[in-house]
């Protein structure tokens, strides 16, 4: 399969280009697709044509924000006999939970409760990083017939999306803008509340064990190396 990508503002300026590349005839032959991304511009005069008269062997994909019941590009597409409209929603904690179960099963595995709930409150809404994530896990865990959190927390925590972190970091150096920004992404992707105050708890616990160890004499490093953290070239933990 061919895959060309089209901005969707070029196209809408400049429907005619659409046009010739739908109706393009591969030198090599074969299925084409073409991926259009919806910005701002009104696709739907570009697109009309081709309702009329589609296009052999070429797919057209147009991918856009929300789009409400009634809105014309939706209408258009929902109307079609040639077309269909796909609504596509982010993962939340009641799509994650299922999905790890249903991988670790397909490997052979089972995935403790526990772990389950850890590990989705690791990944976020993007469903390709999620597989991912979860394919390291069971590579990890390979021979054993239940993934347990410590697999989790060997394998995923540190490679896991940093916008959680992030956000507690602005919230205790009082940082209100990067807070406020990193909350709304964090519950925009079905973030759980109470795992970002755990998260936060183990955090001022970890930092309070530091300081501890620090008043005793030991150095920064050394102290870290007995909390088993790693440290970044720039010095955070």
Request: glycine share 10%.
């Amino acid at each position: 399969l061919l895959l060309t990508r089209l901005d969707g503002d070029a196209v809408a300026r400049d429907p005619g280009a659409l046009a010739d590349e739908v109706y393009a005839v591969s030198m090599f032959g074969g299925a084409r697709a073409v991926w259009i991304e919806a910005q701002a511009r009104d696709l739907l005069p570009a697109l009309t044509p081709l309702f009329a008269r589609p296009p052999v062997d070429c797919t057209i994909v147009v991918e856009a924000g929300s789009l409400k019941r009634g809105t014309a590009l939706r209408g258009a597409f929902e109307k079609a006999d040639n077309a269909a409209s796909i609504e596509c929603y982010p993962d939340d904690r009641r799509t994650l939970g299922p999905l790890i179960e249903a991988e670790a099963r397909a490997a052979g595995m089972t995935i403790a409760a526990e772990a389950r709930d850890y590990l989705v409150g690791l990944t976020g809404s993007d469903r390709g990083a999620t597989r991912g994530e979860i394919a390291k896990l069971i590579l990890y865990a390979r021979g054993k017939q239940r993934i347990e959190i410590e697999d989790v927390e060997a394998i995923v925590a540190d490679a896991a999306p940093s916008t959680l972190d992030a956000t507690i970091d602005a919230a205790l150096v009082g940082d209100m803008a990067g807070l406020e920004a990193g909350a709304g992404r964090y519950f925009a992707d079905g973030g759980d509340p109470g795992f970002l105050v755990t998260r936060l708890a183990q955090r001022l616990t970890l930092l309070h064990r530091l300081r501890l160890e620090m008043e005793a004499g030991k150095s920064f490093e050394t102290a870290a190396q007995g909390q088993n953290l790693r440290m970044s070239p720039a010095g955070r933990a």
